[in-house]
């Protein structure tokens, strides 16, 4: 016989071959869509660092969620910009805030989308920081409190699923028993239980308004040189009670999302975070990388490692090049 003895290049020769032996699957279903909403009608600002994501008042935000169910995406996960922020975030549990206001009109338009809501404070607060300062310190009990009650208040308003994000030791088991006592047991809790201080934030920031005022997060979101560290989060969420969890960002940490997967046995979310959306795009603006076949192999390597779903801006794009 003669060499090579193995082909394996016979199932790459078209596109139904390829389609057909492909080991890791992507679809619309696999995507939620981060969304900012705003107080306001009638506003839709496009953010400067992310082409193609805008700040929208309730009004406006509504016609974009009838497109995201229309392309078969799973859901949206809802970040708030308040009308005015104070020293510990209290327009965070408002009923009528933003985030509030817009969780009850998808329910009353009656979408077929998984409603997220991120809880944190740092969009919140006039310093910037997720929970509490006293003397320059971010302090961890006292702020659980207070992110308690906003997931109860997310819930009121019909949110299917409260994911915190503010990297507060404890706050997992915190949300869960507000939940409970409040009569949400059906609501469901996604932490961000593998959330680094990471770069690749900095779009975020200027979309939801979010940067600190003073220092950095550093002493409650965790070092990217560590894995051990996050298997310990996680493991710590799931015993609060979390029913799903997340690795943030997803890129730079596919390594740490591979080590989670194996390790539990309940859904694994990456988020797929604006710096890494924004370098795509910058990219792609200047002819440097093709932004289709960038964005979906990024995806497809985000699955790869593992994730059951992916948060992230690119939803809507990837859903209609899957479509084709």
Same mark, same amino acid.
């Given at each position: 016989?003669?060499?090579?003895?193995?082909?394996?290049?016979?199932?790459?020769?078209?596109?139904?071959?390829?389609?057909?032996?492909?080991?890791?699957?992507?679809?619309?279903?696999?995507?939620?869509?981060?969304?900012?909403?705003?107080?306001?009608?009638?506003?839709?600002?496009?953010?400067?660092?992310?082409?193609?994501?805008?700040?929208?008042?309730?009004?406006?935000?509504?016609?974009?969620?009838?497109?995201?169910?229309?392309?078969?995406?799973?859901?949206?996960?809802?970040?708030?910009?308040?009308?005015?922020?104070?020293?510990?975030?209290?327009?965070?549990?408002?009923? /009528?805030?933003?985030?509030?206001?817009?969780?009850?009109? +998808? #329910?009353? *338009?009656?979408?077929? $989308?998984? %409603?997220?809501?991120? &809880?944190?404070?740092?969009?919140?607060?006039?310093?910037?920081?997720?929970?509490?300062?006293?003397?320059?310190?971010?302090?961890?009990?006292?702020?659980?409190?207070?992110?308690?009650?906003?997931?109860?208040?997310?819930?009121?308003?019909?949110?299917?699923?409260?994911?915190?994000?503010?990297?507060?030791?404890?706050?997992?088991?915190?949300?869960?028993?507000?939940?409970?006592?409040?009569?949400?047991?059906?609501?469901?809790?996604?932490?961000?239980?593998?959330?680094?201080?990471?770069?690749?934030?900095?779009?975020?920031?200027?979309?939801?308004?979010?940067?600190?005022?003073?220092?950095?997060?550093?002493?409650?979101?965790?070092?990217?040189?560590?894995?051990?560290?996050?298997?310990?989060?996680?493991?710590? /969420?799931?015993?609060?009670?979390?029913?799903?969890?997340? +690795? #943030?960002? *997803?890129?730079?940490? $596919?390594? %740490?999302?591979?080590? &989670?997967?194996?390790?539990?046995?309940?859904?694994?979310?990456?988020?797929?975070?604006?710096?890494?959306?924004?370098?795509?795009?910058?990219?792609?603006?200047?002819?440097?990388?093709?932004?289709?076949?960038?964005?979906?192999?990024?995806?497809?390597?985000?699955?790869?490692?593992?994730?059951?779903?992916?948060?992230?801006?690119?939803?809507?794009?990837?859903?209609?090049?899957?479509?084709?």
């Amino acid at each position: 016989m003669s060499f090579p003895v193995e082909r394996p290049r016979r199932l790459r020769r078209n596109e139904r071959l390829r389609s057909l032996v492909r080991e890791t699957p992507l679809a619309a279903s696999d995507f939620i869509y981060p969304m900012f909403v705003c107080p306001g009608k009638r506003v839709r600002n496009e953010v400067p660092s992310m082409p193609g994501i805008f700040q929208q008042s309730v009004d406006r935000f509504l016609e974009e969620c009838r497109e995201v169910e229309q392309l078969g995406i799973s859901g949206i996960i809802l970040f708030g910009l308040p009308e005015k922020k104070d020293e510990r975030g209290s327009e965070a549990w408002s009923p /009528d805030a933003a985030v509030q206001r817009a969780v009850a009109a +998808v #329910k009353k *338009a009656n979408l077929d $989308l998984v %409603v997220m809501t991120d &809880v944190c404070l740092c969009e919140y607060t006039s310093h910037g920081h997720c929970g509490v300062v006293e003397d320059g310190e971010v302090l961890n009990d006292p702020s659980l409190e207070l992110l308690a009650q906003t997931a109860v208040s997310h819930a009121r308003a019909g949110a299917d699923v409260v994911a915190p994000s503010d990297m507060m030791d404890g706050r997992v088991g915190a949300i869960r028993r507000a939940l409970d006592e409040a009569g949400f047991t059906h609501v469901s809790i996604l932490a961000y239980s593998a959330k680094y201080c990471s770069a690749f934030y900095g779009p975020f920031r200027e979309a939801a308004g979010s940067a600190p005022q003073f220092g950095d997060r550093r002493s409650y979101q965790m070092d990217p040189a560590n894995v051990r560290e996050a298997l310990r989060e996680v493991r710590l /969420d799931l015993v609060e009670g979390a029913d799903m969890v997340m +690795v #943030k960002p *997803a890129l730079p940490y $596919l390594d %740490v999302l591979r080590a &989670v997967r194996r390790s539990v046995r309940v859904p694994v979310a990456a988020y797929n975070v604006s710096g890494e959306y924004s370098m795509v795009k910058a990219a792609a603006r200047n002819g440097w990388l093709d932004e289709r076949r960038t964005a979906m192999e990024i995806l497809t390597g985000i699955r790869r490692a593992g994730a059951d779903f992916i948060l992230t801006y690119h939803a809507k794009d990837a859903a209609r090049w899957i479509a084709e």
